[in-house]
């Protein structure tokens, strides 16, 4: 069958577009799929993971998703739709056109605004179905007559949950011969429940009111005390991420929260020991299978249309009432202090999810297509075939899965890709020209990297190769990429110097590596704030001179040349502790504003040495963390008695590098 997804695009890294890949590589592997993208261009974005097989057809590539290109509102989407401010007169036009020649046998639309207009478009020969991803009752009380009228023209409706398909309204459409079949949304499962412990607690979801975030920050912020080891990463886009970075740092979270502006993928939720979903309301129960399909135990409300639908208490997850802050820091504790509990549940959780696996959704659909008969309800359905069916031949591009396995060893897997002898780790850059090449085993498909013979890369970045018998590389794409917290990566009691190596996706979606090699590094770990210096803790490793003093530097951005001591340093059993006094840098300033990089310099008289955080999971750290400004006013004898007195503050951040700096401003 050739299968057409509707959706509004996949150009962004959207839950919108997330379905659509999810949906199309689900049904990928036995028919022809083609996702037509209503807003956007057809590149789809390299977050989405789309197969290859699968065709893009984007019917305005020049207009943004967000974008108006006609003043005139949509006629076939319902007013008053949550999405219909989406859509105008040019994209009903479009939409008419396209579906009126498409040749598909069935049509899949996302939304109930696009459900709405396939409803009132052509499409000979086809089966068309409406994929609700909201329940009914959360549309506006005004659209639902309208909707439940526009529905009893498609062949299917297909709700996600089973409270959801109870509603009257699909009780209407059944009884007008619309065949109604509960299906959850596609999720990709993990090989197996046994995966390295992280310490990590995830949050996803949208940066809304009804998610109460607020509620998951203030529940982990009470298991702070008794549990003081694990962080929390809350992942998503949305207009309260400013009130969500507010309140980390009023609850003194900084260290241990990281705030993910994107959505989380699979790789998130596997290296994930706990999920939180504090929802007061969800539309499915997805957030809550993401994480039961990647072996991770759930921490949720109990609300309808969620985890109550999916999760029996104490099978893969622990239930909490909605709104109570101390019962989901109890379950969050409870989890955190059992290994074994977390063990039995991440076993119990997949079983749990593989009714939503992608072999289970594959066979709920082909159920329904062959149920459903092609072309023969409503004004639209009859009518002359345009196009054939045919599977699509897809040269799939050379891709590579990589995880990181309890001995600290890399697993690439390998797809996409023929006769591979070898990947090559080639240096990225000019004059670099350092190569590592690994065996492939296991017929062509696996290799595996020991992070310690990627010792002789210097810092920068590296490119990894699929090489055949020939010698020809072809350059891997980053695939499902799971990296356990990365505690164990780089083997670090090995060697003499620093050196940390991860894995990323780069811009264009290809598999690329970071690489920090350093003869001296400075780890920081945590910092804490007093009424007048910060206070910052860390380990070192490589070639320090510890028998005499160590020296906590700052270096002026502005003027490098310019470095003065600004506190005092400890040092016991590779430990540092370093107050960094803020005096020194009222003293010190020139500008309104200036930035101050952060050393360490011991008693051998070498270039003192970056404080950075490095040795996590983390790329580029500055993009998910940001400290707290301590902010208060000049001493009276700073500058004399007769000088008036400022009100400075000073803000630690890290660079691209994940090296630590500050920025000291004056504040009027």
Known sequence: MHIEILAHTVATDSVGARAAARLAQTLAAGHRVTVVAVRGAAEPHPALRLPENVDVVA???????????DDETSQLVIAGDPEFRRYNRADDGRLKKHLSASGADAVVALSSALGAALAQCRVPHARRI?????????LPESVRARWTELYRELDAVVPLTEHDAAAPEYQALRAAGVEVCRIPEPVLLAESPDKPTTGVVISAGRLVSHRRVELALHAFSQTRAAQPGWQLRVFGTGPL???????????????????????????????????????ERV?????????????????????????SEVLAEGHGGLLVPVGDVHGTAAALERYMADEQLRSAHRAQALRTARSAGAEQVAEAYEELFT?????????WGKGRRTGGGAPAEGRPRPTADCRVLTNGVWELTLRGVSGARTVRVKEQGKGRKEVVDFAVEGGGTRALIDARELAVLGEGRADLYA???????????????????ARDVGHLGDLDHFH?????????GYLRLRVWSRQSHAELVTVDYSDTSLWLTGWLQGEWQLGGELLLLLRRRQEPARTLAAGRVRFEGGWFGAELVMDEAMRARLLLRENWDVLLADSSGREPVRVA???????????????????????????GPDVGRAVVGLRPYFTADNELSLVVTEHH
């Not at 490095?614 to 700073?638: G, M, N, W």
């Open 241 to 279: 991420r400013r009130e969500t970075r507010e309140l980390v740092m009023a609850l003194g979270l900084h260290d241990h929260v990281l705030l993910v502006d994107r959505e989380a993928g699979e790789e998130d939720f596997y290296d994930a020991d706990i999920a939180l979903v504090t929802a």
């Open 500 to 508: 940390w190596v991860l894995p990323y996706a780069s811009e264009g």
């Open 371 to 379: 149920s459903v008969k092609a072309g023969v309800r409503g004004r």
């Open 613 to 639: 955080r490095i040795a996590d999971d983390q790329v580029v750290r500055r993009d998910v963390q940001r400290f707290p400004e301590l902010v208060r006013e000049e001493p009276t004898d700073l500058f």
């Open 467 to 485: 090489v055949d018998g020939k010698g020809r590389e072809s350059r891997l794409r980053y695939g499902l990429c799971t990296l356990g917290g």
């Open 130 to 138: 409406a994929r609700q991803p909201a329940p009914v009752e959360r």
């Open 59 to 69: 019917l305005a590539p020049s207009v943004g998703s967000g974008d108006r290109d």
């Open 283 to 307: 539309d499915s129960a997805r957030p809550v299978l993401e994480a039961l399909a990647q072996a991770t135990p759930v921490v949720a409300t109990e609300v309808p249309f969620g985890a």
